[in-house]
């Protein structure tokens, strides 16, 4: 985690965990929440159950976590969730919790993230499984032999959780990558983290199951030219193939650091993605063919009803540096800067829709059955 305010790197805890639900129950471009960092602050046995409580007392999205791995948390994970959604129908009509559990690259499944997958498809909460494969190390060296890897974990999980439970809601996830030849350690960034985007959604569009995909999480360790470069090429990547969900805003060297900066920063690149994919729409209005006659040659187009009619739906940047050079001399800040203090406003001045205070106390009673027995 680096912390916000100095920028020093130290242990994740619940508060942590908060104020990351704050900015991105705040921010657009951020569809639901995906549990950052751990509250390690808590109890192993309730961390989980600490951490979707926190989020949904600072949000009303939608909570997908990949912390729930013991059946204790999950029975009460479905308890807390049903009394959230208001019932059983209801909870599986819009489910307000999903369950993501990691594959054990390679070729095996966690006992533990399995039992509590059982537990919560039968409740008709959405389960997804995500395989990490690596070449070279939990996967073959080549892309094609670590795909089939992580594919037949995925594959053999979510076969197991329609034997049991038919008909469960179930989501393909992938965060495939390289290790690295120096140092053998998960990367988080290059060509073929890229191709493994674009190439698990191909084969979960096969089987007709939504894909969760590791996008963003960038290998670098602060937000810099690297991370940029990382988190823009993985997410266009995801994004021409159609991948259903994107996660890994805001994590640094291989989703080991969490940054604020970094989160608002991904949102900037998944915004200007999002407008690249919604391509030129060309229609009679568009074209503008009667507002540049009236213009005509050497004119310009700033007094026109249709510019001012069109203009504010071109793309603004938050955090891209457009000034001048002479303003920027002066200055000297950016994009990292501009975003730190973004966060921390956020943080300190917007208030989510609060939980209702009875609910908000049968939630906590259910975390704490958890830690009494």
Known sequence: MIYLNSGSRRRSCLQD????????????????????????DYPAESRGLHEILAIWENSTKHIQTESIYSTREAHAAVEMALAIAGGK????????????????????QDRGSLDSALIVAEAGIPVGFMTMASC???????????LAVGNAEVLSAIALIQLAHPGTPVFYAAAQTSSDLRTGSYTGGGPEDFLFGAA??????????????????????????QAGID??????????????????????????????????LDCEIFDLVEKMMRGITVNKETLA???????????????????????????????????????????KDGARDWARAKAQEIISSHEPEPLDPKLAQELHQIVASVENN
């Open 17 to 40: 965990v908060v104020d990351i639900a704050r900015v991105a129950d705040f921010t657009s471009e951020i569809g639901f929440h995906w549990v950052a960092v751990s509250a390690q």
């Open 89 to 108: 129908e209801w909870l599986r009509q819009r489910p307000v919790l999903s369950i993501m559990q990691c594959t054990t690259s390679s070729l095996a």
């Open 136 to 146: 070279i190390t939990t996967g073959p060296a080549t892309l094609a032999g670590t």
């Open 200 to 225: 698990s959604n191909l084969l979960a569009d096969h089987y007709n199951i939504p894909l969760s995909m590791g996008s963003f999480a960038t290998g670098a360790k602060q937000p810099d030219w």
């Open 231 to 264: 988190n823009s090429l993985s997410t266009f990547m995801a994004s021409i193939v159609m991948s259903d969900m994107l996660l890994g805003a805001g994590l640094l060297h291989g989703s080991r650091i969490w940054s604020f900066e970094q989160m608002l």
């Open 289 to 331: 063919f009667e507002t540049i006659q009236s213009v005509g040659p050497g004119g310009n187009f700033l007094g026109q009803k249709h510019t001012s009619k069109h203009m504010r739906k071109r793309w603004v940047p938050n955090f891209m540096d457009r000034r001048t050079y002479e303003t920027w001399e002066v200055e």
